[in-house]
């Protein structure tokens, strides 16, 4: 049998259903998770994260995030001995949700908290810290990446 272009016009047909089946297939297997649950509910109080940024940046003294082989240290300012604290470390993990933490503040004698390495796995993180100082709150983000 002898190839013509009615040939070529049904092998582009055929090729090219079998690419878009292809593709099909690979985009339906894509992860589409959202990066933030209820994000527009998160998105209309935002502002009163804007404040309270405002209020950390206003510190003289900043929580300091330091990282070395035993994990992630946070040195709290001198203003924490002096008041009532309480507040939440987010380890929010970008890439996968399910290696997100929550992460009580429980500083030592010093102002200091460890987030042992142990907990962690390697890649990018960002740090959410919320935090309040009597009934003055405040807000830090800082990205770290774990080797």
Known sequence: MKFHWGHGILSFIILFFILNAVFLVWISRQDNTLVEE???AKELKYQEVIDKRGNAEGLVEKVIFDQNASGIWLHFPLIVKTGKLSG?????????ASLDMNVPLALDTARNQLIPAKNLSKGKYVIKLGWALDDKAYYQETEILIH
């Open 38 to 40: 209820n994000y527009y």
């Open 88 to 96: 939440n470390i987010m380890l929010y993990r970008p890439s996968d």
